[in-house]
């Protein structure tokens, strides 16, 4: 056939297409059709010379066009206290690589020699110890994906309208997380009658430490090495961590070096002068430990700007503390009426969940949002619904629902 009547052919099936779109199919012929994809496709250099050898480098690398980067959140005030987030609105499906896992570090990033690192178990127990790593090694181990947050992602006041979903959720990421479970060392050391609180205190110069009450101590918590099948990242916690799944990214201990099983909470810096809620009435929550549900949109999303009309798909993630998200809701005109977006599986419990809606964008503005319910039936709570109860003085546990507004020439910024 002449170049001519193909091109006129695949313009029409791409138009029988999309008008079958509304129907059912997503009308990407269409797309197809203006990028001009049509007719005998090129045959460039990398398709005729043999590529590069194996192993080079020994350690894999992405694409040379896919060079993603953790950004620094905050400026920091000393080099050493900084954090940086995860670029979300790049990333698919809901494991993070390890070389764009979030970072929080109170006092930069310690080089530990593995064989030197030692962990304590001591206080209320029958039969304190000192373990190496590869004690720990031999082990029963377990492997869980969970989410990691830090309490402080998403500022209480709200993010500014040109930030990127990097900026605004940044502080979250999704591993697969190997160890020794917490509860498995508790019961080789015995623990005390009387014991209820546990001081878990890192090897970094700050020496960050926390109180875990005892029975979130044996709630899946993972003396952690390992993290998405390689042994952990220095800037994880290398070479041990504690992970404590669906509650605030602080009491997961990197470096860890002490437990001390006690009667009552340590009341460190970090649940006395930081990491506490101020509530309108001046008082303070102490222990807000929970991650209660939460989603966000990560495409569309800030920063990014629509190309031409037509089909796109909506997709975000969605996450709670409290077990398996149920559902996500996902409105397209602010909140006016809501549609139910698929979950993409399996759904894990305090693990981070796909989620996806299929969406026209026909040009005009449009304001996106998403609302999650988990499985116990709590919906993330809009912003005024948030402030309601607990003021304007907090700084931790935003979990707010989070809007884009798309403009009419396609720009997507914060509102809402
Ligand atoms: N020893 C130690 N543990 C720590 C921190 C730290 O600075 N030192 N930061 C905490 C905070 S506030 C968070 S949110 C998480 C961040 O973990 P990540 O850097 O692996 O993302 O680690 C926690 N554990
Ligand atoms: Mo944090």
Known sequence: MPPDALRRLAHRRSFL?????????????ATARATGAVGPLEVPQWSRTPGAPVASPAYGQPSLFERLGRRPRTPPHFPGAASTGTPLQHLHGIITPNGLHFERHHAGVPAIEPDRHRLAIHGL????????????????AVSRIHFLECSGNTPWLGAKPS??????????????????????????????????????????????????????????????YAQNGERLRPEQGYPLRLFVPGVEGNLSVKWLRRLKVGDQ?????????????????GTARQFTFVMEAKSVITTPSGGERLGEPGFREIRGLAWTGRGRIARVEVS???????????????????????????????????????????????????????????GTQSFYHNNATFGWQVAADGGVSHAG
């Open 163 to 224: 930030w990127t979903l990097q900026e605004s959720h940044g502080l979250l990421s999704c591993s697969e997380w190997t160890g020794v479970e917490l509860s498995t060392l508790l019961d080789e050391v015995g623990v005390k009658p009387g014991a209820a609180w546990i001081l878990a205190e890192g090897a970094d110069a700050s020496g960050m430490s926390r109180s875990l009450p005892l029975d979130l101590a044996r709630d899946g918590a993972i003396l952690a």
């Open 332 to 390: 397209t005109d602010g909140g006016a009426r809501w549609q139910a977006a698929t979950l993409e599986g399996p759904v894990l419990p305090r693990c981070l969940t796909r989620f996806r809606l299929p969406w026209r964008w026909e040009g005009g503005p449009a304001q996106l949002l998403s609302r999650a319910t988990d499985e116990t039936g709590y919906v993330q709570p809009d912003r005024a619904a948030l402030v309601a109860v607990r």
């Open 265 to 281: 909470p340590f009341q460190t810096r970090e649940e006395t002068a930081k990491y506490t809620d101020l509530m309108p009435d």
């Open 125 to 140: 127990v029958e039969r304190p110890l000192v373990l190496t790593l590869n004690d720990l090694l031999r082990m029963p």
């Open 17 to 29: 297409r999309l008008a079958a779109g509304a129907a059912g199919g997503v009308g990407l012929a």
